[in-house]
């Protein structure tokens, strides 16, 4: 897990193959203006999920995994987002099998620790971390761009 300010950016293009591709795109949209929903960038090896959603309560929000994506969360507008966060390897409690056409495995399991995104900031979620995204109170519009590993 990276938890950055989006001008420290270029720090993390070699994180990944496609990491300087997806920061590049993500600095040179207006994500105000988007309009929710999926949007492929290039293909399904990086897109983003534009939304906007009330945040939910520490005990609504579930961790999740990833297999085969990164993910990079950016919190648009709102106050703050607050995000659950365990090491993959210590989950235990699952929610049902993994769903491999959607990417995500949701576990019951209580996060080891929780931080904070404010606008302007990003996180880097890999498949090694488990996350409980959407912790708060209030609106927010958010990005998440996908990133193939």
Same mark, same amino acid.
């Given at each position: 897990?990276? !938890?950055?300010?989006?001008?420290?950016?270029?720090?993390?293009?070699?994180?990944? =193959?496609?990491?300087?591709?997806?920061? @590049?795109?993500?600095?040179?949209?207006?994500?105000?203006?988007? @309009?929710?929903?999926?949007? +492929?960038?290039?293909?399904?090896?990086?897109?983003?999920?534009?939304?906007?959603?009330?945040?939910?309560?520490?005990?609504?929000?579930?961790?999740?995994?990833?297999? +085969?994506?990164?993910?990079?969360?950016?919190?648009?507008?709102?106050?703050?987002?607050?995000?659950?966060?365990?090491?993959?390897?210590? !989950?235990?409690?699952?929610?049902? +099998?993994?769903?491999?056409?959607?990417?995500?495995?949701?576990?019951?399991?209580? =996060?080891?620790?929780?931080?904070?995104?404010? =606008?302007?900031?990003?996180?880097? !979620?890999?498949? +090694?971390?488990?996350?409980? =995204?959407?912790?708060?109170?209030?609106?927010?519009?958010?990005?998440?761009?996908?990133?193939?590993?």
């Amino acid at each position: 897990m990276i !938890l950055d300010s989006l001008k420290n950016a270029a720090l993390y293009y070699g994180v990944g =193959p496609r990491m300087k591709r997806a920061f @590049e795109l993500i600095a040179s949209t207006d994500w105000t203006k988007v @309009e929710p929903g999926i949007h +492929e960038l290039e293909g399904k090896d990086i897109y983003v999920n534009v939304q906007e959603r009330e945040l939910k309560t520490k005990e609504a929000a579930k961790l999740e995994v990833h297999d +085969e994506y990164i993910d990079i969360q950016v919190l648009v507008s709102g106050k703050c987002e607050s995000f659950g966060w365990s090491e993959r390897c210590a !989950l235990r409690q699952p929610q049902g +099998e993994f769903n491999k056409e959607k990417d995500i495995r949701f576990y019951d399991d209580v =996060p080891q620790t929780y931080y904070t995104l404010l =606008p302007g900031q990003f996180t880097v !979620l890999f498949p +090694e971390d488990g996350h409980a =995204p959407m912790v708060g109170e209030g609106m927010v519009r958010k990005i998440i761009v996908k990133v193939r590993k």
